[in-house]
């Protein structure tokens, strides 16, 4: 799936290819061109008067003689005289002629696919066109003496460039249908299928809470910012209550190893959390990676699992060689402990070790079930990134692995039936979401939250939130602390 500038872009390049496709298959054409001066035959020793009206006279026989050029009386003759293969009418689509308002004179076009040949029926069609006027205005049928003289002022040339197709208005016109087109099937499917644009779009297509907001890493982004959504989302999950106290209490850092900022102990068994997105592109590596991260940062040890099989990116996003991974580890080709790669203090990372034809198998084997197991055993945290939970069925066996899920939407990219068909999904195998993370957000994502995301002030039914417990109070740098 492509986004939808890209799409639009697209949609104009293939309007611009279409266009230079058809520019490359149409024949040239050339157009030569002929002109005719006509005046009225008038005695030498004429004063102005008659001079005047005889220019008038031209003028008005003139304009009636613009469809002498096409007509059979010259198209006949010129078409035997240049032995031509075209049929009268066709060659008479080729000629056209006019004649400028308050002027004596007679244009006349002759376009062709040849330049010289253009050039000559021009030639030919002006001299039979004055051949037969010339008859038309002859004083009488005994006389070639006529009432007007005409005269070639302008003869044909070969023209050196063709009139017709004009590349540049061709390639423009393609380019701009393109884009409309791209425009107006984008504008046809935000209509068709909407995208989730804010929190209770969310809320609309799934019972699933809005865990945290991930702003867009777009140039000016403060990657302050950036990190600190994740360290909000990674208080969440080590303590469900943390970010309703940061909703609450208003700054919120995750700054102890217990998560809560309460010195309390650390849960009695580890958990095993599925990142999944609803749709391909929602982001879910991304967020898998960076939550690891913020875990371990906190003093958690944690460990993070690449299950997309089909397209691995954890490796490469950690610069890890190319070295057995999950695969091997399923198929028994490596032990775990090999598999494992220490990224820092408190994160390990276990990447796919490569694309795979038959991930469905691996991921429902038995040995996967083992080794995530034993991973539980070694760390607090383990964090699989299972990919897209709607394209293919390696999601849900993904989901099936762990004890919560977390679906990742991007902002205004994935549709609000790809957010319910996830949801829905991991609901049937027992593995409801335990909250949506929104990907990718920007200037026009509505904040408006639910549980501990809400507003400050509000609840998740409107009603006006509850105040801090007894046993919470906050320190001077504005963290929230349960005592």
Known sequence: MISRTAFVIVCGLVGLLAAGIDLASTQKTYQAHAQIFATAVTDSSANANILYSASMYAQSRVQSYTTVPTSPSVVRPVKSKLHLSLSTSALAGEITANAPLNLTLLNIAVKDSSPARAARIADAVASQTIVVIQRLEAVSTTTDASTLKLTVVHPPNAPAAPVAPRP?????????????????VVVVRERIRPRVRSAVDVESATDAPVLCEIPSQRPGTEPAAFMDAYRRLAAFVVHPRAAELAAIGGRHDLVSASGDGTGSAPPP?????AVVGAGHGAGASSVAVNLSKALAEAGRQTCLVDLDLRKPSVGREFELPDRPGGAA??????????????????LAVLPAGGPTTSPGELLSSPALREAIEQLRGQFEFVIIDSGSLIDTADGLQAVLLADEVLVVVAARRTSLADLTRAADAAARVGRPASGVVANRTGPTWATTRRLGMRPLGTSPTGEPAPTLPADARSTEDGHAVIA
Do not use: F, M, Y
């Open 168 to 184: 540049l208005l061709l390639l423009l016109v393609g380019l701009l249908a393109g884009l409309i087109v791209g425009l107006a």
């Open 269 to 273: 068994t580890s958990r095993v959390l």
């Open 329 to 346: 580890v399923i198929t028994g080709k490596t032990s775990l402990d090999e598999a494992l790669a220490r990224v820092g203090d408190n």
